[in-house]
């Protein structure tokens, strides 16, 4: 069984939903988890501009009111949805190696961005200058959780005089991290090798310390 969304508000798309008063009833977090997932997909495929609560309510097979019940509009449910899969990034294991750590690190945070999170992140590009909160919610899934782990890298460099101590800054931290994330954002995809040119031909030169005379 399919129904057709108000084709005032999302081009007149139909997506199947059945009637959900008929499925077993779920509540708190498998209800939520299903919405969030919803949400996400939803903004995969449309963006945040299109983004309409009876669409997410479709895909979710949940009533549009069990939305507004805890959600008073979308920028708040598209907070929360990216929210429930932040993820923490820790510093590489200490290896000695400063370049092998950079890359590895880069890499943790590109499967981040290649995965549900990055392509959510997406969808949401265009709209982040428009909107104070969503723009603080991007900062934080993107760019600020991942500064620590890169500071801690390079702390340790300048522990084993590999990095200039005055390199050990959030602006130069930022440095590899913004290469990535603008690829992700704004390309289909990622060349083999992109992360190694990145610490190759920029964090490097850039943090290294300069041979004692």
């Known amino acids: 069984m399919t129904s057709c969304a108000d084709p005032s508000t999302d081009g007149g798309e139909c997506a199947p939903t059945g009637d959900y008063r008929s499925r077993p009833r779920r509540r708190g977090d498998e209800l939520n988890a299903a919405i ?66 950079l890359v590895q690190l880069l ?11 990055g392509e959510a992140m997406r969808g949401l590009v265009s709209e982040v200058a428009r909107s104070p909160e969503l723009l603080r919610v991007v900062r934080a899934e993107v760019m600020d959780n991942t500064l620590p782990p890169m500071l801690e890298v390079l702390r340790r460099g300048v522990v084993r005089h590999e990095v200039r ?15 990535l994330r603008q690829r992700y954002m704004f390309s289909e995809e990622m060349e083999a090798g992109f ?12 943090v290294r310390a300069q041979p004692s005379a």
């Open 195 to 206: 992360i190694d040119e990145v610490v190759d031909q920029v964090v490097l030169p850039l």
């Open 36 to 101: 969030y997932r919803a949400t996400l997909e939803e903004l995969t495929e449309v963006g945040y501009r299109e983004l309409t609560m009876d669409r997410i309510a479709a895909r979710a097979k949940a009533s549009k009111g069990s939305l507004y019940r805890r959600w008073p509009s979308r920028t708040e449910l598209v907070v929360d949805a990216v929210r429930s899969i932040q993820t923490t990034y820790a510093a590489p294991p200490d290896t000695g190696d400063l370049r092998a750590e």
């Open 165 to 179: 101590p005055d390199a050990l800054t959030p602006l130069v931290a930022r440095v590899g991290i913004s290469l």
């Open 107 to 117: 890499r943790d945070i590109a499967a981040y961005l290649a995965g549900p999170g």
